[in-house]
Nanobody
């Protein structure tokens, strides 16, 4: 089973930027759609952004224009560039498969947007 390790989170002021990385222990090249999810305290996990093996992307409305998802299959890594961060972006961020059987969830990476 492929393991996922998320990193790059932290504390940032409103308007700031972070780049998240999700590195897999095995190949992700065969996974058609990978995504970044987030879960805020007391809320359900939501899909924030997704990227296909061909590079097509999709975003939740609140992330459009601010977040950019990408993947590097050779490095077995999925990235999420987050700009113009807002307090409501505060959550634990995870990556995983979007369609089909999910991989084991990683520990996530905490993003806190606060002044």
């Amino acid at each position: 089973q492929v393991q996922l390790v998320e990193s790059g989170g932290g504390l940032v002021q409103p308007g700031g930027s972070l780049r998240l990385s999700c590195t897999a222990s095995g190949s992700i090249a065969s996974i058609v759609v990978m995504g970044w999810y987030r879960q805020a305290p007391g809320k359900q996990r939501e899909l924030v952004a997704s990227v296909t093996s061909g590079g097509s992307t999709n975003y939740v409305a609140s992330a459009k224009g601010r977040f950019t998802i990408s993947r590097d299959n050779a490095k077995k890594t999925v990235y999420l560039q987050m700009n113009s961060l807002k307090p409501e972006d505060t959550a634990v961020y995870y990556c995983n498969v979007v369609f089909g059987r999910a991989l084991d969830w990683g520990q996530g990476t905490q993003v806190t947007v606060s002044s």
